[in-house]
């Protein structure tokens, strides 16, 4: 199983930001840092038989929290759980809020994997995310990770923002290659309801690169990453070997996964559930919101959804072994449309995407027969 900490608080919310997240005073914090102490516990009077084989602490900013917070969280899940010795333990970074003090104390704690949100390589791109830092400050959050000890760490940049030119990200892309990190997740913005983001595509849609210019970045990034040495093994993740991330391929995996803090959801034993998101709630005691056990139609919604994203895909032998008494065939016919299509690629009865394929994903989706619910779904908080 794996464990994921949600940790809603940000220095500000991000002009392209849905998640839970928000600014927080020191009081809040402790009081939520004392929640979350007893979700765990709570958690192991029901799950203390079960092994942990990754941890992530997501947000929201989890770097704002001081070494002693997360050493803390750290000793009560290994007393709550069955904590494998080789556990991959990932924080999540903004390079605005991180510090050698507290990288050091990361790393003490029993952090072994960072996960850094460079986003990109241009000041004038991070000033209208309404990022809190420079380029230069997530340079030297990098270069203090390094000298903190840490051997596996994660960047992220995005694609297709708002005045973005091939040439700029390319450029992005060569400054986060001369770090030599070990994971880089490069994303495609999307234009969430509600943000400053979505506000701005109303009035301006000519403000964001068209389609065949985020088509273009896409491609780029595969090929300058392919050569650089990074192995894709999911629609928008790429690693040095030996370095893929467990937490993040174990979700693509349909991994069992236990959710603790405001908001964050769970999967396990085909029941998925959400804590609650309302704040006063939580701190009192903590709820779930939302919880179904999957019917076999959505098991195999998710099969295709989460499987066809990792570019090793999906086998008709695992599909067989799964669901024994539903036929392939429909589902077959439709990939091999798409293979005429050079979309999909097929091998010994395994289905990928083309990097093409990887483009249009949620229109083979759809053909697939996903709801549009299900394909939206990508996300653990």
Known sequence: MELYLHIPFCVKKCNYCDFLSFPMDEAGKKAYHR???????????????????????????????????????LEAICR?????????????CNPGTVTQEKLCAYKRAGVNRLSIGIQSACDRALSLLGRVHTWRDAKEAFLMARQAGFSNLGVDVMMALPGQSLEEYEETLKQVLSLKPEHISAYDLIVEEGTHFARWYEKEPEAFPDEETSCRMYKKTVEMLTKAGYRQYEISNY?????????????????PYLGIGLGAGSYV????????????????KNTTEETAVLTNEEQQEEFFFLGMRRVEGISQKEFAARFPETDFAPYKNTLLHFLTQGLVREENGRFSLTVDGMLVSNVIFTELGLTAERIQKGGKT
């Open 35 to 73: 929640a979350l102490l007893r979700d765990i516990r709570e958690a192991s009077a029901v799950y203390k038989n079960q092994e942990i084989s990754s941890i992530f602490f997501g947000g929201g900013t989890p770097s704002l929290l001081e070494g002693e917070k997360v050493s803390e969280l």
């Open 80 to 92: 709550a759980f069955l904590v494998r010795e080789d556990c991959e333990i990932t924080m999540e």
């Open 239 to 255: 690693a040095k070997p030996g370095f893929v991330c467990r937490h993040n391929y174990g979700y693509w995996s349909n991994e």
């Open 269 to 284: 034993g085909l029941r998925r559930f959400r804590n609650t998101t309302d704040w006063t709630s939580y701190l009192a």
